[in-house]
């Protein structure tokens, strides 16, 4: 059955705006442009596909993206849809587009985005929907070493290979905690590196304790077999219950001490062992972009990782009425269900822009509902990944007093307990104040979560501030004026 057209909207905005071209974007997208919602996507990437779809860059000549991807052939298929509404004209494609502030602007939302290579350029963009789909970035605890040249986040190793091609080393040790980490030692062996040590916090034992969940995900279950074969096959070792507690090296990763942890993520003394690496790969896990759902006063919660996800209904509808959000926005879970989230809230955001715009196949038949059967078991494993890889407080002793904890600030622990100790900072909003942690140019994407954690239980369960920028901004663009590259506002 062909597209409904989706001509413009008599007023010039669109009947969708979704922010982020990532799996649950993308799905989103395709879904509501099926049933004649006119979209607008914005993301701040040249191509679509988001982290998890990243792909070479074409200068770099790659014969088989596939290699480096499991279930590249979704996307191709997504791709293949998204491309064709492109063409037909009902989705509008903003790539480069990073949206800074949305704002609501009579019946509508209005976009602010930066563009250009150094922001120079503005976009506003109308829409009488918004979806929110920003994906997630790296969660990070710190260890003494972890600045040294040649320690990169796990995640960011395997954004290096899918985009660029290129190894952080040769003999690399990849290590933190989460599923993330086979997945990523798994891409690293198959590209030629030597991944002699995959060290865990956790312990996969602790997710036998919830039997129903992984039954009801024998995927997952699947998948994890999987890594785990592919690791045993090129003689990667794993360590659980234990952690890289220190990074040696001067001008370059030399090696690591790894210690044995308790069940509170504590170093048990005399177990350390020194590994010879010339890279590290740490991680733990990924925490949801939030930023412009906060921003917006959608709300969110603390999830079984400790981290804080957009609570969104059975629709995926935020607390602010005409926003949605979709995929990792709301926690971590993967990338499927970030495609059934994306394909749900197009399905509701079409019920609501008028049901003649919703086929009898779609919001209305069974595949609605095998949609939220898929969703509810898999937001149920997610919670039980998430309690299971959940960082500890342990993990504070690894750390040394000069150890850095906001690099993009270079303040260190000792300078952010002391700001708790003796100067009564009781929450992260106070230390930043105090120390300027959180305070650079990454505002505290790095160092936020270990930066509550080290200000205790009352900071850790506190939800994520609101600010009114989801991004750092040239002040040109807050004033008005054009942009010189080049300069610094």
């Not at 038949?365 to 898999?378: F, S």
Request: charged share 20%; with cysteine; hydrophobic share 40%.
């Amino acid at each position: 059955m062909p597209a409904p057209e989706a001509g413009p909207s008599p007023d010039g905005a669109a009947g969708l705006a979704v922010v982020g071209a990532g799996p649950a974007g993308m799905a989103a997208a395709v879904t509501a442009a099926d049933h004649g919602v006119e979209v607008t996507v914005l993301d701040a990437a040249a191509r679509p596909g988001g982290q998890f779809y990243r792909s070479p860059e074409p200068g770099l000549g790659a014969t088989r993206p596939e290699a480096l991807h499991h279930g590249w052939s979704v996307f191709t298929v997504l791709a293949a849809r998204f491309d064709r509404h492109v063409h037909a004209g009902r989705i509008r494609h903003l790539a480069r587009h990073q949206v800074w502030a949305v704002e609501r602007v009579d019946d509508r939302w209005r976009l602010h985005a930066l563009t250009g290579t150094e922001g120079e350029a503005r976009t506003e963009i109308d829409a009488h929907r918004l979806l929110i789909a920003t994906g997630s970035h790296e969660r990070h605890l710190p260890s003494p070493g972890w600045t040294t040249p040649g320690v990169v986040g796990a995640a960011g190793a395997q954004a290096m290979l899918k985009s660029g091609l290129v190894l952080p080393g040769r003999r690399i040790v990849v290590a933190g905690s989460g599923p993330l980490l086979q997945a990523v030692a798994v891409s690293l062996v198959r590209a030629g590196a030597e991944v002699p040590l995959l060290v865990e916090a956790a312990g996969y034992e602790s997710y036998a304790r919830s039997p129903a969940t992984l039954a009801a995900n024998p995927a997952k279950s699947a998948e994890g077999a999987r890594n785990a074969f592919q690791l045993l096959r090129h003689g990667v070792r794993i360590r659980m219950h234990s952690a890289v507690t220190a990074v040696h090296g001067g001008h370059r990763v030399e090696g690591v001490t790894v210690s044995r942890l308790d069940r509170y993520w504590r170093p048990v003394p005399g177990t350390e062992r020194h590994h010879a690496c010339d890279a590290v790969a740490l991680g733990h896990g990924l925490e949801p972009r939030v930023e412009l759902a906060t921003a917006l006063g959608c709300e969110t919660r603390e999830r079984a990782d400790g981290t804080h996800g957009v609570v969104v209904d059975a629709q995926l509808r935020t607390s602010v009425p005409g926003v949605w959000a979709a995929g990792e926005t709301g926690g971590i879970g993967g990338v499927q269900l970030a495609l059934i989230e994306g394909e749900l809230a197009a399905l509701s955001v079409a019920r609501q822009a008028g049901p003649e715009k919703v086929s009898r196949g779609g919001a209305r038949g069974g595949r609605a509902v095998t949609l939220h059967r898929a969703r509810t078991r898999m937001r149920r494993f997610a919670e039980v990944m998430g309690a299971v890889h959940r960082p500890r407080p342990g993990w504070r002793q690894w750390l040394s007093g000069d150890t850095e904890v906001c690099r993009c600030e270079e303040v260190s622990a000792g300078r952010i307990l002391t700001s708790v100790s003796e100067l009564g900072a009781g929450d992260a909003r106070t230390v930043k104040l105090l120390t300027r942690a959180g305070m650079g140019w990454c505002q505290g994407q790095t160092c936020g979560f270990a930066v509550r954690e080290l200000v205790g239980p009352a900071a850790g369960g506190a939800g994520p501030g609101r600010r009114p920028l989801a991004c750092p901004v040239p002040l040109s663009a807050l004033a008005g004026e054009p942009h010189k590259p080049g300069t610094v506002d």
